[in-house]
């Protein structure tokens, strides 16, 4: 009787302790991705650094864009400690940020940061970033603090690799 | 040395495929007379601008099924239609998208679409993809507003619908309105560019 007590004890403690790590877990995972209008987002195109900057635009709905991102992670993971900085700026619809971007970037542990460009009014913006953007994406910008090259189209992880090498 | 060819030739690959991936370099600019066209309706039905007799221009669009910015557009495309058809200047939507590349852009749901949205404009396949390198579109929605003239269509506008694709409440500026209007009092469009945001064409 004694040991079936501890038994039961043991049992629910152990599916408590459990839960409280799935709990911990979930609040470890939850991805906090910060939301930005153009003029807050814009001092991130400019560097002064000798870091290479490699910033995508991209949606959870647009599915070239999903398509290339393997190939962004994979080469953030290879130049992570380097000077070397990747951005990911999801152009989803703000009402979609909690409903698919927050969940998409847990689910797939996206490494490379990823932010929200949370700004409307495009035709404001979209020259900014480069004059020769007509506005679709997937587009890329690589930039150091003398070069800038604006890609509005596809990457491959070889592509990417070999922007970054003659760059 | 070996390095440096092989990187000159990824380089060059590079350009090419970059350059390859493009064909939208080009595409008309404001005073450029447009293309006619026999595009195939949801209908099943031809439709050229030429059956337009009485038309003073046209708001042809490049959209579709698929892209969450046009689907955030439909409302307001049905709108400009109604408000712009009996003065003269009808919405005439075209899919620029291959649909074996976005099978949501297929003829088959591209009936069903406008059939459910009770679009009250021509919604056109561009079959083949002929037509949307020609005029430069580059994504959906992409506008371009066309005024007839003895020389032909005249693109007088091309760019966006308004200045917020996300919230209809909250746009500003209603650039495809404000340049319809100005056609219509025969005044010149101020703003005659925009930049849209959009998907990109599918080929």
Redesign the interface.
Known sequence: MKSFLFIIVLTSFIGCNSKNQKVREELLTKVEISSYTFEEFAPMLQTNSDTLYVVNFW?T????CIEELPAFEAINEKYKNQKFKMLLVS?D???QKEKKLTPFVTKNQLKAQVIHLND?????W??KVDAN??????ATLVFTKDKRVF????FTKE?LQ??I??F | MKKKIIYSLGLLLSIFLFTSNQPIASGYGIGDIATDFSLKNTDGKMVSLKDYKDAKGFIVIFTCNHCPYAVAYEDRIIALDKKYKSKGYPVIAINPNNPEKQPKDSYDLMQVRSKEKGFTFPYLLDEGQKIYPQYGATKTPHVFILEKTSKGNVVQYIGAIDDNHEEPKNVKVKYVEDAVDALLNKKEVVVKTTKAIGCSIKV
């Open positions: 949606a709905w647009c599915e070239p152009l619809f703000s009402k409307p009014d495009a035709n404001a979209i020259e953007w007509s506005g679709s994406i997937p890609f509005e189209q596809s592509q070999n922007t090498d003659n």
